[in-house]
């Protein structure tokens, strides 16, 4: 005789598995990640905040600031979006980093791969949150910027097309950089001899005419150049609408790849799990 | 008798280690911990500050020397060069003294350097010294790099070594007043972030002193930090926005005073001892 609890098995069917769930990923993304850079707001969004002014204040009075850079533009308006543009994705980098380090070594992580979430979700949980702080001090930076440079948009799909690819590519270099560090000698490492080398020399503050003709190529082939370009393209309306296009779409197929690459490595569980 | 004389012999046989005035074996072991500690991560605490400053060095150069500009009667990269070489030398010293004490605060081994036979001078000297060291060590290390690209000259050599002394020196005992202010890393962030970082940006780092609004050339000449870079581009250039004099002897007792200060706190122990 075959034995039928037809009033139970609703209950034990478990939900049936869906590559994202939006709830688990909310919470992870929202009331870990968001919730979390919104505490430390002093750090994640002043902080920049403060920088990236004085950096400006100290432009405006090494520079005859009014003096025209380029084209239309003053040295200002011409620095002004480089400078956004670069924070917002150290940000996106060392945020996400900071929360997979300290997750890690507070042993939080086992709690975080314990919940029922796909490698897909941790990697947008984590991703995204860093996305969202990178964007947000970017917004009051550009807001606060308007001293300097008077109100800019040539075009807002651009500028946010640009944004949002570079924020989400380093948030995604930060999962792998944030997953690859036992300490945070391995993050500061690509930190500082990575992001904010590439950041720098990248054309935020000159244009290529001052570079050497036959250095000019070490800039071209600077991502980072390419999404200070393409942003500041969004912007001021200044650049090259062709080259804009095809580096927008470099980028986003780069960021396909380090994506992919961050789900591999967390359905592997690379250094996470045991 | 014999027996009881035998004991008595052994027991003056193990009297404690005599101290004299100066506990010099207890300053010299806690003076070398304080290298040690920032020697193990050499990569982030010399290789990074030497590289960070070698592009800003480059990237302010090529965004701002462009047009043959001169400050003060030299080339602007040459006015630059010394104003980079003390803004790094005096982060490190601020760096090193405060996350030392904020550290063993937060570990809870401050108590390792509270117990032992050191007067609350020798704990100061000692912590002090180190983050002077890093200081000196960072900025030899930086100039010396900037020497393969820069034909850089050495006007007053004594001037330029006395302000870098004076300097790293003002910096270690305003990082050891934050670290034992500061309960929270983000306490000591804070300070970095808008207090130190702002004041060494524009106290002439970037540019002579003579480019600001009349009111703040006044202010200017009461901050210290401005007769620090001051002193020290004197002691390359030989040419100096402020009055070199005030300058040479400001510093010592601005250190005088800072002196003062940490000594008090140290000896009565506050956010240190319970």
């Known amino acids: ?274 | 008798m014999c027996r009881m004389a035998l004991i008595d012999e052994k027991i003056t046989q193990v009297t404690p280690r005599a101290i004299g005035r100066v506990n010099t074996l207890g300053l010299w072991t806690l003076y070398s911990r304080e290298v040690k500690r920032f020697l193990n991560v050499f990569t982030q605490t010399l290789m990074a500050p030497v590289i960070t400053t070698l592009l800003f060095l480059a990237v302010f150069a090529l965004a701002l020397g462009g047009l043959n500009r001169t400050v003060g009667g030299v080339d602007y990269i040459t006015f630059l060069a010394p104003g980079l070489m003390m803004m790094t030398m005096t982060q490190n010293s601020f760096a090193n003294t405060s996350s030392s004490i904020l550290i063993a605060k937060v570990q809870g081994n401050i108590v390792d350097i509270l117990m032992p036979p050191l007067a609350p001078w020798e704990m100061a000297l000692a912590i002090a010294a180190g983050g002077i060291t890093r200081g000196l060590l960072v900025g030899l290390t930086v100039f010396v790099a900037m020497m393969i690209f820069l034909p850089i000259s050495v006007a007053h050599p004594l001037s330029a070594v006395w302000f870098a002394i004076n300097a790293c020196m003002m910096l270690s005992l305003l990082g050891m007043l934050g670290g034992i202010w500061a309960q929270k890393y983000d306490h000591i962030a804070a300070v970095t972030n808008f207090i130190i970082t702002p004041l060494s940006f524009l106290s002439g780092t970037f540019y002579s002193i003579d480019r600001l609004p009349q009111a703040w050339v006044t202010v200017a000449h009461f901050n210290p930090f401005f007769y620090m870079i001051d002193g020290f581009r004197y002691g390359f250039i030989g040419h100096a926005d402020g009055n070199v004099m005030i300058g040479h002897l400001l510093l010592p007792i601005v250190n005088v005073v800072l002196w003062l200060a940490v000594h008090r706190l140290i000896s009565i122990g506050y956010r240190l001892k319970a």
């Open chain 1, 1 to 274: 005789m075959e034995k039928t609890t037809p009033e139970l098995t609703p209950e034990l069917t478990l939900e049936r598995p869906r590559i994202i769930a939006i709830l688990r990923l909310w919470t992870l993304f929202y009331r870990r990640g968001v919730v979390r850079f919104l505490k430390f707001w002093v750090e994640t969004l002043l902080g920049p905040m403060v920088s990236t002014m004085l950096f400006m204040t100290v432009f405006t009075l090494a520079l005859d600031a009014g003096e025209e850079m380029v084209a239309g533009l003053s040295a200002l308006q011409f620095i002004a979006p480089g400078l956004v543009v670069f924070v917002l994705c150290q940000i996106s980098f060392q945020n996400v980093c900071f929360m997979l380090i300290i997750d890690k070594q507070e042993g939080v992580i086992s709690d975080v791969l314990m919940a029922p979430l796909s490698p897909l979700e941790l990697l947008l949980g984590y991703g995204l949150a860093a996305v969202a702080n990178g964007l947000a001090a970017a917004v009051l930076i550009m807001a606060a910027m308007t001293i300097f440079t008077g109100g800019m948009l040539y075009s807002f799909w651009i500028a946010a097309f640009f944004a949002i690819t570079a924020a989400f590519l380093f948030a995604m270099i930060g999962v792998i950089v944030g997953l690859w560090s036992d300490k945070w000698d391995q993050f500061s490492l690509v930190d500082n001899f990575l992001v904010l080398p590439l950041g720098l020399l990248s054309g935020t503050f000159f244009t290529l005419n001052s570079i050497p003709l036959n250095w000019q190529w070490l800039f071209e082939a600077n991502p980072m150049f390419w999404i200070i370009s393409g942003f500041r393209y969004g912007i001021t309306g200044y650049g090259d609408s062709d080259a804009a296009f095809w580096h927008g779409g470099i980028l986003l197929g780069i960021a396909a790849v380090v994506f992919m690459c961050g789900w591999t490595l967390m359905a592997r569980g690379y250094k996470i799990k045991a």
